[in-house]
């Protein structure tokens, strides 16, 4: 994406970080996600599911993936 499309990857990522320092600074934000692990969440940038937890007052991402994947095996 990054080759083909520069613009439409900057504004991705630009989105991703915002939506990452929102998830920092609100932890309750996002769905409980414990069939995952421990103080696991989730939340939707897109079409995109970012799956982070916080531990020891820092925000973790744990995994991003397409919202379409079935099983995100965490």
Known sequence: M???KPVATRR???K???KCRLVANH???GDA???LGENMR???VGSYVIFF???EGFLE???VIRGDVDDPDI
């Open 2 to 4: 990054a080759r083909d």
């Open 12 to 14: 991705w990522l630009a």
């Open 16 to 18: 991703l970080r915002e």
């Open 27 to 29: 932890p309750d934000l």
């Open 33 to 35: 996600r414990p069939e």
């Open 42 to 44: 989730s939340t939707y």
């Open 53 to 55: 937890r916080h531990v």
């Open 61 to 63: 991402i744990v995994r």
